[in-house]
């Protein structure tokens, strides 16, 4: 019996100890995560491009298990995004946190530079921006001693500065401090201290399948720096990663958790239909071990995969998937006047500026953060103006997006239109469908196209155009961003939406 009760007490603690762990941890356009510890709060942030609001912010417990509190940049005057497309706009964020203050450093790409904005609880509101001098993107905050220092990648060498915190004043001259091991765009840069070493971490070789981490230390601040003989510290470009689903692993901030263990967030990418990825580059995590004085290895030298095997980590719990208002976006900053809420649906205004032109576009929608999904609403035809198109539409960058639509004609007659446009290839498929009054539009996809259906007076489902997810991946249309999926209307008039389903498989 003495036996038995010890096989099962440690058949108990070896459960404690290990566990799955399902990458991306944060699905969908997510890409450049940094993040913080706050006592028993982990907090994280994400680029946003030329998206409105910008910044997502999230909470967690355990880093497996995150909730969206938020966004960072919620107002015009810390947030202009006129004319900027997903490849501009806000790039990757730094969050931290000090002596009862959170800062987030970023740079915001086509209006401005590099800025810092700062709150005393993470749920804002934030300050409005504090320019900075010393540009380069992917800026990052050091504090120590009563001084903030700052790193950037201006002419592709992570370069230091310190700052003044409350006035974004530079105080030292920028000191040139390592290029990395030769890949190319060595960005992304963070400082930690341990055991005596300024470890610096960044990212190199671009944001596609080529991407990787890698880490210097110097006992100086202002080094010199020595690379990390076991160089890269995390990559899937590689001979036993090049198979795995996630690829473009890079981008990384480690943080301590309360039981002294260390972990990092990355951004990567899961590829659909072959080398495509539409969904995003995703925010993934993976263990870290740090013996002192010694160099970081990730994940134990192995490459990532959507399931590992990890120790100390709490279960995953099913994602909520019902959109929350922080998780609306809109393309560049919208025009309040478009949008109005209507009992559990949505009238949208639309201007003669279509999502090809660019140009605050009468858009709403969200990220889409699995590959099997679905999306659906009503539209009331009697109700729509003439001149006024509107339905659904999945975006990935001005000249990248489909839909599926309802357009009314001077005769009262109504018509399904399903349109694309990928580049400079357009295409348009139409259904008529004669004098109704509610039309249910639905795209759906299993991660390898898109279906685009409709449904009249109640009757069931009927396919309109079916198209590869491919065709909208960062490899065909590019852009730094991922598929947003939501309602929009453009012409004259007005659009009635009665609700509007998201939902996953």
């Not at 919208?334 to 003669?352: D, K, M, V």
């Not at 239109?417 to 996809?445: C, F, H, P, W």
Request: net charge negative.
């Amino acid at each position: 019996m003495k036996k038995l009760l010890v096989s099962i007490t440690f058949a108990m603690v070896s459960l404690t100890l290990s566990a799955q762990l399902m990458n991306p941890v944060i699905p969908g356009f997510h890409p450049d995560p940094s993040v913080c510890r706050v006592g028993d709060n982990f907090y994280l942030v994400n680029s946003s491009f030329q998206y409105f609001p910008g910044v997502p912010i999230f909470q967690s417990k355990d880093l497996v298990n995150w909730t969206q509190i938020g966004n960072v940049l919620d107002r015009d005057s810390q947030l202009p995004l006129k004319g900027l497309t997903s490849w501009q706009g806000i790039y990757a964020p730094t969050l931290r946190y000090h002596d009862g203050t959170y800062y987030m450093i970023t740079t915001n790409i086509g209006h401005g530079g590099n800025f810092m904005v700062t709150a005393t609880n993470p749920e804002g509101p934030w300050s409005e921006p504090i320019w900075l001098e010393q540009q380069g993107i992917d800026p990052s905050l050091w504090f120590e001693n009563g001084k903030c220092y700052m790193v950037s990648n201006p002419d592709n060498t992570i370069t230091l500065c310190e700052i003044d915190p409350k006035s974004g004043k530079q105080l030292t001259p920028s000191k040139a401090l390592w290029q990395g091991t030769g890949g190319r765009y060595p960005e992304g840069p963070h400082i930690y201290k341990k055991d005596g070493y300024y470890y610096l971490l960044i990212s190199e070789g671009g944001t596609e399948m080529a991407h990787r981490l890698t880490i210097a230390r110097s006992k100086n601040i202002y080094g010199p720096y020595e690379a990390n003989p076991n160089n890269p510290l995390l990559t899937n470009c590689s001979l036993a990663g090049q198979y795995m689903q996630i690829q473009g692993t890079g981008h990384g901030d480690f943080v301590q958790a309360k039981d002294g263990s260390w972990w990092i967030v990355f951004l990567a990418y899961r590829n659909y239909g072959g080398s495509y990825h539409h969904i995003g580059r995703e925010t993934c995590l993976a263990p870290v071990e740090w013996k002192k004085g010694r160099w970081p290895v990730i994940n134990s030298g192995n490459p990532i995969d959507t399931v590992m095997q990890v120790k100390t980590l709490a279960p995953q719990l099913p994602r909520q998937t019902e959109t929350k208002p922080v998780e609306w976006l809109y393309i560049q900053n919208p025009i309040p006047e478009n949008y109005e809420h209507i009992g559990q649906g949505f009238r949208l205004h639309a201007t003669e500026r279509s999502l090809t032109d660019n140009q605050q576009p009468t858009f709403m929608g969200r990220r889409q953060e699995s590959a099997v999904f679905s999306m659906e609403t009503e539209l009331d035809a009697s109700k729509l103006s003439f001149g006024c198109k509107a339905g659904l539409s999945v975006y990935q960058i001005h000249d990248g997006h489909m839909e599926i639509s309802v357009e009314k004609y001077m005769t009262g007659t109504v018509a399904v239109v399903m349109n694309y446009q990928v580049k400079t290839l357009k295409g348009e498929t139409m259904a008529e469908a004669g004098q109704e009054d509610k039309i249910r539009l639905r795209i759906a996809s299993d991660g390898n196209s898109y279906r685009f259906e409709y449904a009249l007076n109640g009757l069931p489902w009927q396919l309109l155009a079916e198209h590869d997810c491919p065709l909208l991946s960062t490899e065909m249309v590019g852009g730094f961003t991922g598929a947003i999926v939501g309602m929009y209307a453009e012409g004259e008039g007005t659009a009635d939406f009665s609700y509007f389903k998201y939902s996953e498989k």
